[in-house]
């Protein structure tokens, strides 16, 4: 088994137990179709915070979700990763990005800032948001403490 296979399955088993603990595979579960964001809204707020982390096994899967199932524009999801500045004509979308990049930055949220990802996303929408970038920063992390490259193949579940 490759060094890539052998280091993912070893922090996939340990997570594994962990996750139960936490129920983070329920939170990931709840992410793909319970929450109250948009499957677009989902990858952007994941793109950018995979790429605040540098982790390359997730921006690799996460910038052909975000293309395939969020159907945003390739150039889009680019920039996410890249770092770059993107806006989006989609208010909600646009409130994401602009509230993933303001707490991964870390900065403060500026009051304006709050009151429009409320208006926009609802208290539910503002806490699934905080919750998936805490759960995503969770990952990447972990997938960097064992050097999961973006080349690796995907575990068998």
Known sequence: MPFAARAASQASSHQLEIATCIRL???????????????????????????????????????????????????????LIAGLPTSSEDPRQQVVYQITSTLIAPRVVPTGLYRRAVELLGHAGLTDLTVLIGYFTCVSISLRAYDVPSSAVGLKR
């Open 25 to 79: 595979r329920s939170l990931g579960a709840y992410y793909q179709g319970h929450s109250s964001l948009s499957k677009a809204e989902i990858e952007i707020a994941t793109n950018l915070t995979n790429a605040k982390w540098l982790a390359g096994y997730s921006n690799y899967e996460h910038e052909i979700i975000a293309e395939r199932d969020g159907g945003l524009p390739p150039e889009k999801v680019e920039a």
